[in-house]
């Protein structure tokens, strides 16, 4: 059920957070109801699954990080770059909810689970242990390009007087430099946005690949987040999609989840 949990022990070696009322994981796909091409756990409501067997494993992921599904906030994302401030007027009892137009939640409430779907995309997770801030985002090419992790740590700066010397960052699993050749206007967006966007790419003959965990981890670092406090995953989900689900792997799949919440 959880590739990442830090309360099933499967914390990455370096995101193990001093703070017991910290919850973050990433779920992989098994140990839910969903049937072929969406097995078994796909947290994902518009890919074409049965909803009623995500239902049942979205209920199962929430049992396990022990909040009610209530409490779960699920966004729309849409390669966007909006990112809203969850509180506790915007949760819903209807479990079909999500925050419209948004690839980016963040709360300073207790209680509530930010959750980011992905199927190669990267989910990023940030925290802030002065302040007990959480963020979740999500970002392929476009959100890499568009800042939008940096741009929530601006907005947890300036919404909750965050610091960037207390953000912890984990940056989940996603399609690796080995399987994501991109072309033209991405390459062109990559060396526009990224500083230091050859770290980012790799070169194989005449093609180029992406590594999109790095991009993010390069953002983070020019803002000042602190190279020790971001924890990244080595899982790439194409090479790994008996562990994950990969969209560039298998087309027609579901969506892995990164959740993040505070408990209080
Ligand atoms: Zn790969």
Redesign the pocket.
């Known amino acids: 059920m959880f590739a990442y949990c830090n309360f099933c022990e499967k914390a990455h070696d370096n995101w193990k957070v001093d703070n017991s009322k910290l919850s973050y994981f990433i779920t992989d796909r098994w140990g839910g109801s969903s049937k072929s091409p969406y097995e078994e756990l796909n947290m994902g409501m518009s890919v074409g699954d049965c909803v009623d067997d995500v239902l049942y494993n979205r209920l199962l992921v929430a049992r396990h990080s022990s909040l009610p599904l209530s409490r779960f906030v699920f966004a729309s994302q849409i390669h966007g770059d909006n990112i809203e401030i969850i509180s506790e007027s915007q949760l819903s009892e209807d479990s079909y909810s999500v925050i419209k137009e948004t690839d980016g939640l963040i709360t300073a409430d207790k209680n509530i689970a930010l959750i980011i779907l992905a199927a190669d995309c990267v989910p990023v997770l940030l925290y802030d242990e002065v302040t007990g801030v959480v963020g979740a985002f999500h970002a392929g090419w476009r959100g890499l390009t568009n800042h939008i992790v940096v741009k929530g740590l601006q907005k947890m700066k300036d919404n909750f007087a965050c610091n960037e010397d207390d953000i912890q960052a984990f940056i989940g699993p996603s399609?690796?430099?080995?399987?994501?050749e991109i072309k033209g206007k991405v390459i062109k967006a990559i060396e526009d946005n990224i500083p230091q966007y050859s770290e980012a790419l790799g070169q194989k003959e005449t093609k180029t690949y992406l590594d999109l965990k790095k991009g993010i981890e390069l953002q983070l670092k020019s803002k000042g987040v602190r190279p020790k406090n971001i924890s990244i995953s080595s899982d790439?989900?194409?090479?790994?999609s008996d562990t994950y689900f990969s969209y560039r792997a298998e087309k027609e799949t579901g969506r892995f989840c990164a959740g993040i919440a505070l408990w209080g």
Not at 175 to 180: A, N, S, T, W
Not at 236 to 240: A, D, G, M, P, S
């Open positions: 399609i690796g430099k080995c399987c994501y790439c989900t194409k090479c790994n």
